[in-house]
């Protein structure tokens, strides 16, 4: 085996710029992902049947078809419609944000289920409307529970990330492809950006650990 680190050492900036650029995406597609996820778990809660159906749609159309494939729809299949090219990042948060959404919706949907039902019959009773209700009794206590499920969404949101390397966006496994182009090695630059995503997650997954007990402790009293 003739391993040599030291060639790819001259490139850790690029490792740098890669994890930062995984961070920032990861973290903007986590964001839109919960919003509409929220959005897509009330419309499929809805009583409402064309509401629910569209909630429903949504979430089973997007689990079952690959990240790949929507990533490569939103970059290539878009600007055929529109007429229009659309920058690799934006077209990566919205790709990672649709997909996440409908497995945040599924996640939210369980947690406000899981809120006892005589949660929203007392605020009814107190004179509050089903909206308000949600607003301020059902969610926040639905967003306690999930909040461990979400972290976990983060984790995989954080791995499968990696897919946007396809459309040219400079993440980390693009910086390693541009490594080992440069240096023709695969193996040193793939194993770095490994421990990277490692790293990464495991820092991640602590916080997670820590902020459960915390919430458990905090249930306790």
């Known amino acids: 085996m003739n391993l040599d680190f030291s060639r790819i050492s001259s ?3 690029l490792f740098v710029k890669g994890a930062v650029t ?24 809805s009583s409402f049947k064309p509401l629910s159906f569209i909630g429903s ?22 600007p055929q419609l529109i007429g229009q090219d659309i920058p690799s990042f934006p077209a990566a948060v919205a790709a990672l944000s649709i997909n996440s959404g409908a497995y945040v919706a599924e996640i939210i949907r369980a947690g406000i289920q899981a809120v006892d039902y005589g949660q929203m019959e007392a605020a009814r009773s107190l004179g509050m409307s089903y909206g308000l209700a949600m607003r301020f009794v059902i969610i926040p206590q639905a967003i306690k529970n999930i909040l461990p499920a979400l972290g976990n969404e983060f984790v995989a949101l954080l791995k499968e990330s990696a897919a946007v390397s396809v459309i040219s966006m400079s993440d980390l496994m693009r910086q390693a492809d541009i490594i080992r182009a440069a240096t023709y090695t695969a193996f040193e630059p793939l194993i770095v950006v490994a421990l990277i995503y490692f790293v990464m997650t495991y820092i991640f997954s602590t916080f997670q650990r820590i902020l459960e007990r915390r919430l458990k402790a905090s249930d306790s009293r």
């Open 57 to 78: 749609a949504y979430v089973e159309l997007i689990r079952g078809t690959p990240l790949l494939v929507q990533l490569y729809i939103v970059y290539y299949g878009l």
């Open 22 to 45: 995984t961070i920032e995406l990861t973290l903007v597609s986590v964001i839109f992902g919960i919003i509409l996820g929220l959005v897509v778990a009330l419309l499929k809660m």
């Open 11 to 13: 490139y850790s900036p």
